[in-house]
């Protein structure tokens, strides 16, 4: 396997086939809008992504029954929600490198940029009309709510001098955990798991979301942008945010571990574990 390609995807090594199966999954899926005015900028859109979100959907239904088209067209349907938020907020944070490339907006413009957002919604919910699951359709539609709702409120907070930890983990809660919250959830749905293992999966969700945003902070701790910089900024001494975003990183890694004990033993599970260590901070 290309070294290279490892360096910029981690993922790749421990989770190549997962990853092979969903770009297979993610082109068919674009295969059906060949003929469409958006399929050079999707494709450039999705070039690069390291598919954390798909494979912890497929991992989850794996975990608990067994994985089949439904479950790679769920898989494109959360890395889709996922493209479309990359494409907005690199708009709003105004970013000048996506994945060692120009993000969509300097690529294309904004106005394509609004465009494949518009469009990239329809093939979602494309998706979801081929899944026939009103449970899975709603849980997408509300994680595209609340990733849109924790966008205003980091927005609002950017103009504020009163930050504080709460506000920050709600803002990342938002727009980074409920994606990841949703995709571990809607595997478990496919695979007719017991509400017991759907909640189990759900709550790892959430909390390796949490776990993988803070970590994502602290490695871009100078970056002026981030919500982070500001409790950095407002702090007596800026070691007390870093050691505290340390704690909080154990945290909720040890509480996505604590989630799987609901699920049975089986390798999806042991790689579900894995994926945990890629939420881990060396300073």
């Known amino acids: 396997m290309d070294r290279k390609n490892i360096e910029i995807n981690p993922l790749l090594e421990t989770y190549g086939e997962y990853i092979k199966k969903i770009d297979q999954a993610l082109d068919k899926e674009l295969d059906l809008y060949s003929e469409s005015e958006f399929i050079e900028p999707l494709k450039y859109s999705l070039e690069g992504g390291k598919r954390i979100r798909p494979i912890i959907l497929t991992l989850s239904a794996e975990s608990i029954g067994k994985v089949d088209d439904n479950t790679f067209a769920a898989s494109c349907a959360v890395e889709f929600l996922h493209m479309e938020s990359i494409i907005h907020d690199d708009i709003i944070d105004n970013e000048t490198m996506r994945r060692q490339k120009d993000p969509f907006h300097i690529k294309y413009g904004y106005n394509t940029s609004v465009l494949t957002g518009d ?18 359709t709603k849980d997408l539609a509300t994680t595209a709510m609340l990733m849109s709702e924790g966008e205003m409120i980091e927005n609002r907070l950017e103009t504020s001098e009163d930050v504080t930890f709460d506000d920050y983990l709600k803002v990342i809660e938002y727009k980074t955990a409920t994606a990841f919250e949703v995709a571990a959830r809607t595997g478990a749905i496919i695979a007719n798991g017991t509400e017991e293992q759907i909640e189990g999966l759900t709550e790892y969700g959430k909390n390796i979301g949490i776990a993988y945003q803070i970590r994502d902070d602290l490695l871009d701790w100078k970056n002026e942008d981030k919500l982070f910089n500001i409790l950095i900024k407002k702090s007596s001494d800026p070691r007390d945010v870093f050691n505290k975003m340390e704690e909080l990183l154990k945290e909720y ?5 604590t989630s799987l004990r609901k699920i049975p ?5 042991i790689n579900l574990d894995n994926l945990i260590k890629f939420t881990s901070f060396k300073a």
């Open 119 to 136: 469009f990239v919604l329809g093939l979602i919910l494309a998706v979801c009309s081929r899944l026939d699951n009103p449970r899975i």
């Open 253 to 257: 890694s040890e509480k996505a571990r």
């Open 265 to 269: 033993d089986s390798d999806a599970k």
